[in-house]
């Protein structure tokens, strides 16, 4: 009888009246409408855009990112006031699980985000251009971008089939970036320059391949090629979304060696996206971890991996299987991630928490406690975190955007 009770209640609140609708599909308008003005407003003003990094050591800044979707059940915040930076020449990987937001901050930071609905509204995105100036991606125009994209920072999706266009032979494909972005050279050059691409990425049949159509290719040699395509305009960051999930595990070893191999050859850095805790283990040197949209804890590879300080990452580690030791049943992080629509005002976490202290709980008033604040525990490593509230140096809170704000 309770639970009868309570499905309806929990049915009634997930209930969106004709009129709520109508409502939200108003203001979506009016809100999406404002936000891409402001986008064109960007184009004729450069000051808008142009801007500094913070450290000249960082490729990318990421600074209280918000990137909300506005969809037809209300505003998603799928990355709301998150940060962190990407080094020059070395590999962060964002871990975390499916639906936390890995992939639309990848997508934020290449403006590929599914727009108008999908809309970053607030917080900045540094780019640097290696001359002292640097782009903020928020308000980047289309026409700048295409500049940075393929060129500056390109990406290796998840699935080679679906990337690559199967009316077009290997050749054209990768010839395709080249001419785009290096107009000056000849055809002569750009066909040279694609074999040796091919060569590099550890296809030997190179000019054979160059003539082959997609679906000629084996699953590794398809995303080897995808390597190569990402590769062939030496960019200063790879992105890398779960590159190797649609292969097998021997394939995978080796298509992971080769993209370390690769960028340092090129001297870029990656941005290396997986849920895959092995292969973050194997290739980062940074990780941030991610949990509903927000960084919740990031650091070296040895801060995350041997000083875990999140529960969350903690219970990551102790969920992992490790070879040659025996257990009953694999240890899993009981409970779910909180509705985006609707996400809580205390810590996302907390409902899944099996260390909460005092401060987690409670406000004056009695209410939940505020979200807590990005806490520096060592020099490389922070946590979002209560626990650490009292020995660690508190650096501030997320900055979230309120919705209704950005009509104001
Ligand atoms: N086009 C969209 N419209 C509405 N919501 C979206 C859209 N794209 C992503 N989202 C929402 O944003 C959130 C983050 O999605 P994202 O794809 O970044 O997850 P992810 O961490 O990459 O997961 P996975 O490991 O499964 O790839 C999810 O809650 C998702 O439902
Ligand atoms: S803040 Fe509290 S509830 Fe949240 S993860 Fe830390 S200990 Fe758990
Ligand atoms: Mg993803």
Do not use: W
Not at 387 to 405: H, I
């Amino acid at each position: 009888m309770a639970d009868n009770k309570e499905k309806k209640e929990e049915k009634k609140s997930s209930y969106i009246s004709a009129k709520e609708s109508r409502k939200i599909t108003k203001f979506n308008r009016k809100v999406t409408k404002r936000l891409e003005a402001d986008r064109a407003n960007a184009k004729k003003d450069p000051s808008l855009y142009k801007t500094h990094m913070k450290d000249d050591k960082n490729v990318v800044e990421f600074d209280n990112v918000c990137t909300y979707f506005f969809t037809d059940v209300g505003v998603v915040k799928a990355v709301d006031g998150i940060t962190f930076n990407i080094p020059k020449c070395s590999t962060v990987g964002v871990v975390g699980e499916s639906g936390c937001g890995k992939s639309v901050t990848s997508l934020s930071l290449m403006q590929l985000l599914q727009r108008p609905s999908g809309q970053t509204v607030g917080g900045e995105i540094r780019f640097n251009l290696g001359d002292g100036n640097a782009y903020n991606i928020v308000n980047t125009p289309t026409s700048k971008m295409q500049e940075i994209r393929g060129n500056k920072v390109s990406m290796i999706f998840q699935e080679p089939m679906t990337s690559l266009n199967p009316v077009f032979k290997i050749g054209m494909q990768v010839n395709e970036v080249l001419e785009l972005h290096h107009p000056e050279m000849s055809k002569e050059e750009i066909r040279n320059r694609t074999l040796e691409m091919l060569e590099m990425v550890g296809i030997a049949n190179k000019e054979g391949v160059y003539e082959m159509y997609p679906h000629e290719l084996s699953g590794g040699m398809r995303q080897r090629v995808m390597i190569a395509i990402a590769l062939a305009c030496s960019p200063e960051l790879i992105i890398a979304d779960e590159p190797t999930t649609a292969l097998d595990v021997t394939i995978q070893a080796q298509i992971l060696d080769l993209l370390s191999e690769l960028k340092d050859k090129i001297n870029s850095s990656i941005m290396l996206i997986t849920h895959d805790l092995g292969v973050v283990a194997s290739m980062a040197d940074y990780v941030v971890v991610m949990y509903a949209g927000r960084v919740i804890e990031k650091g070296t590879a040895d801060d995350i991996f041997h000083h875990p300080a999140h529960p969350y990452t903690i219970g990551l580690m102790k969920s992992k299987p490790v070879v040659g030791k025996k257990v009953d049943e694999l240890y899993n992080i009981e409970g779910n991630v909180p509705n985006p629509v609707d996400m809580p005002d205390y810590c996302y976490f907390r409902d899944r928490c099996e260390m909460q202290c005092e401060r987690c709980k409670a406000k004056k008033d009695g209410a939940g406690a505020d979200y807590p604040p990005e806490i520096k525990i060592s020099d490389t490593h922070f946590v979002s975190c209560y626990r650490f509230f009292d020995e660690g140096e508190v650096l501030g809170y997320p900055k979230t955007v309120n919705a209704e704000e950005l009509l104001k």
